[in-house]
T-cell receptor, first 113, second 113 residues
Framework: DQQVKQNSPSLSVQEGRISILNCDYT??????FLWYKKYPAEGPTFLISISSIKDKNEDGRFTVFLNKSAKHLSLHIVPSQPGDSAVYFCAASARVGAQKLVFGQGTRLTINP | NAGVTQTPKFRVLKTGQSMTLLCAQD?????MYWYRQDPGMGLRLIHY???????AKGEVPDGYNVSRLKKQNFLLGLESAAPSQTSVYFCASIDSWGSPEAFFGQGTRLTVV
C-alpha cells in the first residue's frame, strides 16, 4: 500500500519556465511534508517543507502547496534552471513517535536549455 | 562538519556472504534510519532507532539486522546476502527536538551476485 505517490516518473521543462511536481498521500495522520532533491551518486538533500497547519510555504524559487482536503501537495520551481535537473522525492511524516519519513517513488526533472 | 557518513561507498558481495554497513553522524541526533532505494520504488525504510540501544523494524526489515550501541553510530548487517538485496542504501538522521528534516549520507551501492 503506497501511502505517498508521485505519479509522474519524469518531467521535462524548458529553462526559465515553471516546473510543477505533484504528490498525493493517503494517510490522514501525516502532518508534515517535505521535498528532497537527489543528484546521481549523492544522498537526498532537503529542499523545502510544509506543516499541515499551512497551505503554502515559499523559499526563493521554490514553493510548496498543500491541499489537505485532496491529500495533495505540489512543488513549484520558478524559474527553472539547468541545475534543477535531478530526481525529486516527496516525503511525509507523522510528527509523533519516531517521525519516520515515508517517500514517494520520485520524479526525474530535466530542465532543457 | 561531516554530517552523516556512510562506509563503504561501494561493495560487491557473493550470495550468502555477510557484511556490515556503518553509518556515523556528528550532529548529536537521537533518531537514525536505514533506507534502501530501488528503481521505481522510492526510498523504503528498513530499520530505525529512536535512541542509543533501541532499534525497530521498518517497512522492509527481512534479511537485515541493526545495532545502535553508540548514539552516533547505526550499523546495518546482512547475515546472508541475496541478489534481492542489490540496492543503494542510505542512512539518515533526525534531530528529535527540531523539524523532521532528515539528513542523509551519500549512500552505499551494494551488488549481490
Amino acid at each position: 500500500d503506497q501511502q505517498v505517490k508521485q505519479n509522474s516518473p519524469s518531467l521535462s521543462v524548458q529553462e526559465g519556465r515553471i516546473s510543477i511536481l505533484n504528490c498525493d498521500y493517503t494517510n490522514s495522520m501525516f502532518d508534515y511534508f517535505l521535498w528532497y532533491k537527489k543528484y546521481p551518486a549523492e544522498g537526498p538533500t532537503f529542499l523545502i517543507s510544509i506543516s499541515s497547519i499551512k497551505d503554502k510555504n515559499e523559499d526563493g524559487r521554490f514553493t510548496v502547496f498543500l491541499n489537505k482536503s485532496a491529500k495533495h501537495l505540489s512543488l513549484h520551481i520558478v524559474p527553472s534552471q539547468p541545475g534543477d535537473s535531478a530526481v525529486y522525492f516527496c516525503a511525509a511524516s507523522a510528527r509523533v513517535g519516531a517521525q519516520k519519513l515515508v517517500f514517494g517513488q520520485g520524479t526525474r526533472l530535466t530542465i532543457n536549455p | 562538519n561531516a554530517g552523516v557518513t556512510q562506509t563503504p561507498k561501494f561493495r560487491v558481495l557473493k550470495t550468502g556472504q555477510s557484511m556490515t554497513l556503518l553509518c556515523a553522524q556528528d550532529m548529536n541526533h537521537e533518531y537514525m534510519y536505514w533506507y534502501r532505494q530501488d528503481p521505481g520504488m522510492g526510498l523504503r525504510l528498513i530499520h530505525y532507532s529512536v535512541g542509543e540501544g533501541t532499534t525497530a523494524k521498518g517497512e522492509v526489515p527481512d534479511g537485515y539486522n541493526v545495532s545502535r550501541l553508540k548514539k552516533q553510530n547505526f550499523l546495518l548487517g546482512l547475515e546472508s546476502a541475496a541478489p534481492s538485496q542489490t540496492s543503494v542504501y542510505f542512512c539518515a538522521s533526525i534531530d528529535s527536538w527540531g523539524s523532521p528534516e532528515a539528513f542523509f549520507g551519500q549512500g552505499t551501492r551494494l551488488t549481490v551476485v
